[in-house]
């Protein structure tokens, strides 16, 4: 059985193509991560922008066509239109700036780090919400 460690929008390389229906061990992914001494600051992909190919990738991962259309349908439904070429990558600036000021650990550099349940004490977060503004906004609290 095969999982999607991250996302299954991930292309694989063009030299693999030919692997997807064998050993999907040897099947390697445009993929690529920036570090920095040791440090990951940023990790991204080149996304799949063939609708047969993204289908193929849910079909190995397990996923019915059906499945793939219900989770992943909107996105189906773009690819007959065409997508161009893209990819991208997400820079996480808290971890640049602890490698900048030799930081040991991200809760350091956080400006509001959170603690173990979640909450952020310097500014009481979450807050409660007006059940006014729930209605307003057309949300439900079940």
Request: contains cysteine; negative net charge; hydrophobic residues 40%.
């Amino acid at each position: 059985e095969w999982l999607a460690m991250h996302h299954p929008f991930t292309s694989p390389t063009d030299d693999c193509m030919d692997k997807l229906d064998g050993n999907k061990g040897e099947v390697y992914a445009k993929a690529y991560d920036m570090v920095l001494n040791g440090t990951e600051l940023s990790s991204g992909s080149i996304r799949i922008t063939n609708p047969d190919l993204q289908k193929k990738m849910f079909s190995m991962l397990g996923l019915s066509d059906e499945e793939a259309y219900t989770k992943f349908g909107f996105l189906m439904d773009a690819f007959k239109f065409g997508a161009p070429p893209h990819g991208g990558m997400g820079i996480g600036l808290d971890r640049l700036v602890m490698q900048m000021l030799g930081a040991p650990t991200l809760r350091d550099v956080v400006l509001f780090p959170k603690v173990q349940n979640a909450s952020e004490p310097m500014t009481n977060a979450p807050a409660g919400v007006d059940p006014q503004q729930l209605t307003d906004l057309g949300i439900q609290i079940a």
